[in-house]
């Protein structure tokens, strides 16, 4: 049986490098969590415990489109892009997998 989830990319900025990734997942909100923890930018886990958790940013006159900043561990900004591309289809066991590489 097929789902359709979005596929979110993130194109980060960081110390002179640039990391894209993917995540599958159903919402904004959940991607951004799970791609923050993993992230080969070595962003660590998400910050919930602070008073106001960062949100990505939409990018004007754009669909899909977020901008999202920080600092990261490592004391180094980092700054990135979000991309969705809607209702792509995948496998049930493909749901938490990234598909960066």
């Known amino acids: 049986m097929n789902n359709a989830k979005t596929l979110f990319t993130f194109i980060t900025e960081k110390a002179g490098s640039t ?4 995540r599958y997942s159903s ?4 991607a951004l969590r799970e791609w923050h923890g993993a ?16 949100n990505p940013t939409p990018i004007e006159e754009t669909t899909g489109v977020w901008c999202y900043s920080g600092i ?3 004391d180094v900004f980092f700054l ?11 496998r049930k066991d493909e749901a938490s ?3 960066a590489e």
Do not use: K
């Open 80 to 90: 990135t892009n979000i991309v969705a591309t809607v209702g792509l289809p995948f």
């Open 19 to 22: 990391i894209v990734e993917q």
């Open 39 to 54: 992230s080969q930018a070595g962003l660590g886990p998400f910050p919930e415990d602070t008073y106001d958790p960062p």
């Open 97 to 99: 997998e990234s598909v």
């Open 72 to 74: 990261a561990p490592d």
């Open 27 to 30: 919402d904004l909100d959940t």
